[in-house]
């Protein structure tokens, strides 16, 4: 799970933000990705969300992942 301090610590460390190239946060049960896009701009290459509670993907959500080549969501309930 994707604790409370966790996401701080991700959201204060801009050092660590502008570094990460994989991300994988697989089994999580994660409901939104805007905390991800909003967090992890540049650099961020590859991004694991599979098997989550993701419903919902906005067509703007990943706008700012200019470097990302791989995005796995597999087993979401994703809504077309």
């Known amino acids: 799970f994707i604790s409370d301090k966790f996401y701080n610590f991700l959201s204060v460390s801009s050092n660590f933000r502008g570094k990460l190239t994989y991300l994988y946060l697989s089994n999580n049960r994660i409901r939104s990705i805007q905390f991800i896009t909003n967090t992890f701009i540049r650099q961020l290459r590859e991004l694991d969300l599979s098997f989550n509670f993701i419903e919902f993907i906005h067509q703007n ?5 200019n470097s990302l080549e791989s995005l796995y969501l597999s087993n979401n309930p994703i809504k077309s």
């Open 61 to 65: 959500d990943f706008r700012n992942l």
